[in-house]
């Protein structure tokens, strides 16, 4: 087969419009159409190179956030861009992975099971026991299918929740470094590395920590944050730039207002679900 382009030499960009004068648009970046990219070896040629191409970016990009705190922050921020994946694409992915491999989790929320029948200290648990059996009796089913409906519901609106997450944790960042960084945007970018790099901390490191120490609830909470500590103070330290003391003084602050977010996001979960079924 002939590579010959399918638009002829000063035809139009078909995206903008701009007249074509070599294979690729000098505006936009189209690239012209030639007749042997519609073989099939050069179909199925590019699907590989795209996904082999996206994996590669995709473990460059969890190296680094897991290898040096921070620096995929920094590199952002400074242009370099191209040899990771963006941001909100990255959370994407690790968030689509946490809750593949570990959505039955109670450490994002709790879990009805677990509420309704006593193994958790959450003070909420009477009320949240009343309303599953009211809510069985209405629906005319067993308890125990009640609460595996709200588990599976509670399981959904914790995914979409975490993306309110994050803009929450930024606006906290930006009030301790806003003369470093005014823009809220800059934040919003550091905040989505580190959160990404808290779902895969507690996707596949955190239950290698409960299998190792056999340990539930309240300790296990206070063991997990406490490992997330250095990696705070790392991150923080590279992307803003301060002295170990202030970076340290306000890594504590930040970990206090995400441990007192985090508790208040469980419980608004809770309530959330079991009023909106």
Same mark, same amino acid.
């Given at each position: ?79 370099k861009r191209? $040899? ?25 929320? $709790? ?101 190792t120490l ?56 809770l309530f ?6």
């Open positions: 087969m002939t590579s010959q382009p399918i638009g002829t030499p000063g035809a139009e960009c078909p995206s903008c419009g701009t007249t074509l004068e070599g294979k690729f648009c000098s505006t936009c970046g189209e690239k012209r159409v030639f007749t042997a990219d519609f073989s099939f070896r050069k179909y199925l040629r590019e699907m590989f190179e795209h996904f082999t191409h996206f994996d590669s970016k995709l473990l460059r990009t969890l190296w680094l956030l897991v290898s040096k705190p921070g620096q995929l922050s920094v590199d952002y921020l400074g242009g191209k $040899p990771y994946v963006a941001p909100l694409q990255l959370f994407i992915v690790v968030n689509i992975l946490f809750f593949l491999f570990y959505g039955q989790s109670d450490m994002l929320a $709790p879990r009805f099971e677990y509420v309704y029948n006593g193994k958790t200290r959450d003070w909420s648990g009477q009320l949240v026991k009343d309303q599953i059996d009211t809510y069985a009796q209405e629906h005319n089913i067993s308890s125990p299918q009640a609460i595996e409906r709200m588990d599976e519901k509670i399981s959904r609106y914790t995914k979409a929740g975490l993306y309110f997450y994050i803009p929450l944790l930024a606006l906290a960042l930006m009030l301790l470094y806003y003369r470093k960084y005014p823009y809220y945007a800059c934040h919003l970018v550091f905040t989505t590395h580190w959160f990404t790099f808290f779902l895969f901390f507690f996707g596949f490191f955190a239950p290698l920590v409960v299998w056999k340990i539930k609830e309240a300790p296990l909470l206070m063991v997990l944050f406490s490992m997330l500590l250095p990696y705070v103070y790392l991150s923080q330290k590279r992307f803003y730039g301060q002295t170990w003391l202030p970076t340290a003084i306000k890594s504590a602050v930040f970990m206090i207002f995400l441990g007192f977010f985090y508790l208040v996001y469980r419980e608004f979960m959330l679900t079991l009023y909106f079924n």
